[in-house]
């Protein structure tokens, strides 16, 4: 088993109007050329959890950090016009929460965060701010969430 220290939520950039099956998601992947879903999970908008990769598998998820980590996407995170939104809904948080707090006690000591999390510190102090995220994806602020959460 690889050495896994970093759990990493992720948002497909769906529009809440509409859907992203994990059969789609896995063609997008592919598409881009993957050999498959780059996550390891898929939260449908009814709560349904998808396993999309194997966690054994190295993820294509987020680049620097795939050896080690586990990734996990929700269908949604863009608005109805298509700009970033939190657009979880109540089935999916509760997936995501019973998720997490699996992968944490079956990974011990794995850290919890947002691709935005990842993204490079370009003013060097220490903290990623808005204003340097890559991505806004997943359109909430997972640290906060899951530090509350295991205090």
């Not at 059969?23 to 498959?36: K, P, S, Y």
Request: proline letters at 5%; charged letters at 25%; aromatic letters at 6%.
């Amino acid at each position: 088993m690889r050495k896994l220290n970093l759990i990493v939520v992720h948002c497909s950039a769906t529009r809440e109007d509409c859907t992203l099956s994990p059969e789609a998601l896995d063609l997008m992947h592919r598409r881009r050329g993957f050999t498959g879903t780059g996550y390891h999970y898929y939260i449908r908008k009814d709560g349904t959890v998808h396993l999309t990769r194997p966690v054994e598998r190295i993820g294509a998820h987020v680049k620097g950090f795939n050896a080690n980590s586990i990734g996990v996407c929700y269908e949604g995170g863009l608005d109805c016009r298509g700009r970033p939104a939190d657009t979880r809904t109540s089935a999916q948080k509760a997936s995501l929460l019973l998720l997490i707090h699996q992968l944490q006690q079956r990974f011990p000591g794995c850290r919890v965060c947002g691709h935005r999390d990842l993204s490079p510190d370009l003013n060097g102090n220490g903290e990623i701010e808005p204003e340097e995220w890559i991505k806004a994806c997943p359109c909430f602020d997972v640290e906060t969430l899951f530090q509350s959460k295991n205090e």
